[in-house]
């Protein structure tokens, strides 16, 4: 096994890390003695960060030579191998009388290469003592909790985190927890380096409390560094998201599936999201000029989802509701019938004018007829294309509430059956867990459920995504299908 590999598999190193870690270990290794390593300063259950313990002084050859010499040193064929090369620290540094020190990666003469010594020789480089002086601002998180975490617990060190806004969100695991302050010290530390006013960097560090098992799955925070201030403004899909993480859902684990689903969407299409949260699915949606009607019952959700609605420019194709889930369904359809959203075609971003005006010119220029690309006034749009019900908890068990919703009954007495033909049922997207970890089973399992409580078989567009795994024994699934179009008018 090479020193890499073994380094690698013993800190389980991602891609990048790897990189940084072979150039560490290409100084260290061949002739060169020189030892970058992290001081080792294991720490004891509630200790805080102690900058100070993580000081190293490693003492180098450096070349003491002209400025415009530099170059030549650098990139001599015979200097090849002997120069430093180690992550985040330069190879030349200014010395105090003006000329250049080339850092070498030796600390003793004799240990150069043949082919290094005889060209130092014949150039007559004076050759100097250099210290470099690493601390903890130059290591890494993972090379701090490395070097200070009790040896047990190096493995599975919790470095990665999930951001929502300044805020990096960590589930640590109960071992983790008498370190709780020291880590999210060294992940606030790390991760801080925001650009000032943009909030780029990380602020606050929490850890999860508990599991999501209220109805808003919003779960119970400890702050571990920095303030606690929970307001963020977060950006997805080209969207900005101001929200309370404390008092609503937000995960940005779901990024990709967020997207995912608006991929599938048309800009003629018309979302009904049932479980909508602040807007992950609802906003991206809106900016593709879909229609929206998003509910949410959490009204703290409800109330952000208006603002986001506007910091987005997407208000007149979002529609907000704060109902349950079910009423939602039974209501929408009524609803989109009473109060249409423009159609694609008529909505104009700032892009669209500026795409227009920009026509327009062009075409006067031309002296051209008939370059407005306004389309006259379609009339609005008022049947819903798609459902989405991401509550993986419990989704399935709203299904039932599809149940005759395009019956007379349900929509003030009106036919319509030449809205919603057989050919246009709206799609239903419904997030679910499943206990099946083998792909067919899990499908067979959520089939079976959404049948069970529809109260009819689907048949048609039926598709299974799995979105991740959330335990190990526990997956998340999107299942998507053509809403039956008996069911939908039966009583
Ligand atoms: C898992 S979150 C999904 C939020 C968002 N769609 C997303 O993808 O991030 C589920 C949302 O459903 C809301 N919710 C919970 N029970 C509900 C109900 N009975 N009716 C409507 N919304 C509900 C919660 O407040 C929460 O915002």
């Keep these: ?36 390593s992290t001081p080792i300063h294991r720490i004891t259950p509630g200790a805080l960060v102690d900058k100070d313990a993580y000081k190293k002084t490693v003492p180098i050859l450096a070349l003491k030579v002209e400025p415009s010499q530099t170059g030549y040193f650098l990139k001599n064929e015979a200097m090849r191998g002997a120069i430093l090369d180690v992550p985040r620290y330069k190879s030349v540094v200014h010395s105090p009388d003006g000329r250049r020190l080339v850092l070498t990666r030796f600390d003793d003469k004799n240990d150069f290469p043949p082919p290094t010594q005889q060209f130092l020789e014949k150039e007559k480089a004076e050759i100097v003592n250099y210290n470099i002086e690493l601390d903890y601002d130059y290591w890494t998180a993972e090379a701090i909790l490395h070097a200070s975490l009790p040896e047990e617990l190096v493995d599975g060190a919790p470095v990665g985190f999930a951001k929502v806004g300044h805020i990096a969100h960590l589930n640590l695991n109960d071992e983790y927890l008498p370190y709780k302050h020291f880590i999210g010290q060294v992940i606030l530390d790390k991760n801080s380096s925001g650009q000032e006013g943009l909030h780029t960097g990380i602020e606050t560090v929490v850890n999860k409390l508990d599991s999501i098992d209220n109805q808003f799955r919003v779960f119970k925070m400890e702050v571990l560094a920095g303030p606690p201030n929970f307001a963020v403004m977060h950006r997805e899909s080209n969207c900005s998201f101001f929200f309370d993480f404390s008092k609503v859902y937000w995960n940005s684990r779901l990024h990709h599936e967020h997207e995912r689903l608006v991929e599938t969407f048309k800009p003629e299409d018309v979302i009904a999201d049932v479980f909508a949260g602040v807007g992950p699915f609802a906003l991206p949606a809106a900016r593709k000029k879909c229609g929206i009607f998003a509910n949410d019952l959490n009204p ?24 349950d889930g079910k009423e939602f369904i039974r209501t929408v359809i009524l609803k989109a019938l009473q109060d249409p959203l423009p159609p694609a075609q008529a909505v104009k971003f700032n892009k669209d004018l500026r795409r227009e005006s920009k026509q327009r010119k062009q075409a006067q220029k031309k002296n051209v007829e ?108 999107c299942i998507s299908f053509r809403l039956p179009y008996g069911l939908a008018y039966g009583a």
């Design 1 to 36: 096994m090479s020193l890499l590999s073994l380094f690698s598999s013993r800190f389980s190193l991602r891609q990048p890390q790897r990189l940084a870690a072979l150039t560490v270990l290409r100084a260290m290794s061949s002739n060169s003695k020189l030892d970058f």
């Design 370 to 477: 008939g370059s407005q690309s306004e389309q006259g006034s379609p009339s609005g749009r008022n049947r819903i294309t798609h459902f989405v019900m991401n509550l993986p908890a419990s989704a399935v068990e709203f299904l039932d509430a599809f149940r005759g919703i395009l019956s007379p009954d349900n929509v003030g007495g009106r036919d319509l059956s030449g809205i919603y033909d057989k050919a246009n049922m709206p799609m239903i997207h419904c997030y679910t867990f499943t206990r099946e970890l083998e792909t067919e089973k899990a499908e067979v399992d959520i089939r079976q459920r959404v049948e069970e409580q529809l109260g009819a078989p689907i048949e048609e567009d039926i598709s299974f995504h799995l979105v991740r795994s959330v335990a190990p024994n526990k997956e998340m699934y």
């Design 300 to 323: 703290i959700s409800f109330n952000c989802l208006n603002l986001n609605a506007r910091l987005n420019n997407v208000t007149q194709l979002v529609r907000a509701s704060c109902l």
